[in-house]
C-alpha cells in the first residue's frame, strides 16, 4: 500500500511539475491537451529508460567465476 501510495505520489508531483514549468492552464482545452502530450510523451520515456535498464541488468555476469 505504501508503495502504490509513493508511486502515486511521484506521479501527481510530476504532473504539477510539467504544468507549471510549461504555464498551462487546465481550464483550456489547447491547454489540456498540451498537458496529456507531454504527460504521455513522459510516461513513455519512463517505460523506455525502464527497459533499457533492465536489458541492461540481464547482460551482467551476476555469477562469480569458478576456478575448476
Keep these: ?3 502504490l501510495l509513493l508511486i502515486l505520489f ?3 508531483i510530476n504532473a504539477l511539475l510539467i ?14 491537451k498540451t498537458f ?3 504527460y504521455s510523451d513522459w510516461i ?3 517505460y ?3 527497459q533499457s535498464l533492465t536489458g ?5 555476469k ?3 567465476e569458478s576456478n575448476i
Design 19 to 32: 504544468i507549471s514549468n510549461n504555464d498551462l492552464r487546465m481550464y483550456q482545452s489547447e491547454d489540456a
Design 44 to 46: 513513455n520515456k519512463i
Design 10 to 12: 511521484f506521479l501527481i
Design 48 to 50: 523506455i529508460n525502464a
Design 1 to 3: 500500500m505504501k508503495v
Design 56 to 60: 541492461n541488468i540481464i547482460k551482467l
Design 36 to 38: 496529456l502530450n507531454f
Design 62 to 64: 551476476w555469477l562469480p
